[in-house]
């Protein structure tokens, strides 16, 4: 029923994750209602920039340009090489930076562990960690997984394989967000909040 060009434009943004059929040709016939040419040309453009022009950092698993040694935060001499934060996506790294908290490296597992989706072990950046660790220059891996099954299931496998090593394995602490409320809490982040409690100075 639509011209091909269109369809296609549309299939191609509704494989995106959180874009449904009708927001994909919501954005479609944006484009085409404000017929303008330039901003088409620059999305166009930088889609086929995003993989041509970024890579993997070989270190941490992070993104960076392309053509880089490594990322600018396992380059940056001036960060605690002694502590490594693993988290499960690359995101996670900016969240952790706007904080301005923490100045060690980072490990990017590229996911967690889910046997639902038959993501297992393997298909993580687990085995790379272990060689970091193995190095021998680590004194404290910090676990900051998501508080889902997932990433619970993804600490604790973590912690039993760094288990062998002499190091410190800590878990980002978890409870109540600021400006919450205790009756609009559930109980398990209540509970989290309760065992994570610390001493008033």
């Given at each position: 029923?639509?011209?091909?060009?269109i369809?296609?434009?549309?299939?191609?943004?509704?494989?995106?994750?959180g874009?449904?059929?009708?927001?994909a040709?919501?954005?479609?016939f944006?484009l085409?209602?404000?017929?303008?040419?330039d901003?088409?040309?620059?999305?166009?453009?930088?889609?086929?920039?995003?993989i041509?022009?970024?890579?993997?950092?070989?270190?941490c698993?992070?993104?960076m340009?392309?053509?880089?040694?490594?990322?600018?935060?396992?380059?940056?001499e001036?960060?605690?090489?002694?502590?490594?934060c693993?988290?499960?996506?690359?995101?996670?790294?900016?969240?952790?930076?706007r904080?301005s908290?923490?100045?060690?490296?980072?490990?990017v597992?590229?996911?967690?562990?889910?046997?639902?989706?038959?993501i297992t072990?393997?298909?993580?950046?687990?085995?790379?960690?272990?060689g970091?660790?193995?190095?021998?220059?680590i004194?404290?891996i910090?676990?900051?997984t998501?508080?889902s099954?997932e990433?619970?299931a993804?600490?604790m496998?973590?912690?039993?394989?760094l288990s062998?090593?002499?190091i410190?394995?800590?878990?980002?602490?978890r409870g109540?967000?600021m400006?919450?409320d205790l009756e609009?809490?559930d109980?398990?982040?209540l509970?989290r909040?309760?065992?994570?409690?610390?001493?008033?100075?």
């Amino acid at each position: 029923m639509l011209p091909e060009p269109i369809q296609q434009c549309i299939d191609a943004f509704a494989r995106l994750p959180g874009i449904g059929p009708k927001t994909a040709a919501r954005l479609v016939f944006y484009l085409l209602r404000t017929r303008d040419s330039d901003l088409s040309k620059k999305l166009a453009d930088s889609l086929l920039n995003l993989i041509s022009g970024t890579d993997t950092c070989p270190v941490c698993f992070n993104m960076m340009n392309a053509g880089q040694e490594q990322c600018g935060i396992c380059g940056n001499e001036n960060r605690d090489r002694q502590v490594i934060c693993v988290v499960e996506e690359p995101l996670d790294v900016p969240a952790l930076e706007r904080t301005s908290g923490y100045s060690g490296l980072y490990h990017v597992l590229h996911g967690a562990l889910s046997p639902v989706e038959g993501i297992t072990p393997d298909d993580l950046k687990i085995k790379e960690l272990i060689g970091r660790v193995r190095a021998g220059e680590i004194k404290e891996i910090i676990i900051a997984t998501n508080p889902s099954m997932e990433g619970d299931a993804t600490g604790m496998y973590l912690q039993q394989q760094l288990s062998g090593f002499d190091i410190k394995v800590t878990r980002l602490a978890r409870g109540l967000p600021m400006g919450g409320d205790l009756e609009y809490a559930d109980q398990n982040t209540l509970l989290r909040a309760l065992m994570g409690r610390q001493e008033m100075d």
